[in-house]
């Protein structure tokens, strides 16, 4: 399963920068790469994982903004069509449970 959040925060004032900028490393060590500006995702081993990721990010959310959750399997998330661009990074886009490199 994949844990994806996304998120609208406002960076007008420092308070609100500052805010954005706790949410994003809270993401980033909490294991959550990013798949877009402000779309992060997460692998979830099974359902009990990935609800207590999600209680995990609403414990940490900013004061403002927009912050969305869903939650998907590997194979919905495999299937998702890159229309322009291309994938970047060495980030292995795998459902198997053994991959040898």
């Known amino acids: ?7 609208d925060l406002p960076v007008t004032t ?3 920068k500052r805010e954005y900028v706790r949410f994003r490393k809270f993401l ?3 294991g959550f790469v990013m798949q877009q500006e402000s779309v ?15 209680e995990n990010v609403r ?3 900013p004061k403002e903004g927009l912050v969305q959750m869903l939650t998907i399997t590997e194979k919905q998330y495999s299937k998702m069509e890159i229309i322009v661009g291309e994938v970047e990074g060495e980030v292995l886009q795998s459902d198997e449970r053994m991959v040898i490199i």
Request: proline share 0%.
């Open 1 to 7: 399963m994949r844990v994806i959040v996304f998120f």
């Open 14 to 16: 420092t308070t609100h």
């Open 28 to 30: 980033l060590k909490s």
């Open 40 to 54: 992060y995702s997460k692998l979830a081993l099974n359902t009990t994982v990935a609800q207590r990721i999600a």
């Open 59 to 61: 414990k940490n959310k």
